[in-house]
């Protein structure tokens, strides 16, 4: 089950990720093909400037769209960043949910087992109570957060 998890997630990051980074490539190195062309008039964009009669405003506010430019590629890199490493937590996560959630009963066992006979029935008792009370706080925590984030 968790492999396949991770199978399916794995794909559809590389069916998302692969081929907007090959447009972004891709546009990267036709971006300068592109200003000229639209500085002069032609091409795509600069028939959309001469239509709207857009060439001029945009030639007198130059300076501010490289402005917007530059703070518009360090925001993407910062959004790339966050993206990149809250997959990376919710990954790591799932990992040790997983792990725990299949360890647990060995351990509980065994645990148990050392105790022995009342105590062990105590520290059931006393297991189940604290799973009970910790979910519902964490869960608690999970739901308040989750409108908080908004």
Do not use: K, W
């Amino acid at each position: 089950m968790f492999l396949a998890t991770f199978v399916a997630l794995a794909a559809l990051t590389v069916v998302l990720v692969v081929p907007l980074l090959n447009e972004l490539a891709r546009f990267a190195h036709h971006a300068p093909d592109l200003l000229r062309e639209a500085r002069a008039g032609r091409g795509p964009v600069g028939e959309l400037l001469e239509r709207f009669h857009l060439r001029r405003y945009a030639e007198a506010h130059a300076d501010e769209f490289r402005c917007f430019g530059g703070q518009l590629g360090r925001s993407t890199v910062g959004l790339a960043r966050g993206t990149a490493q809250g997959v990376a937590g919710v990954l790591t996560a799932v990992v040790l949910a997983y792990l725990m959630v299949g360890q647990a009963p060995q351990i509980t066992t065994r645990t148990l087992a050392l105790a022995g006979g009342d105590r062990a029935e105590r520290l059931r008792r006393i297991g189940r109570e604290s799973a009970r009370t910790i979910t519902g706080y964490v869960s608690g925590n999970l739901l308040i957060s989750s409108f908080a984030a908004r």
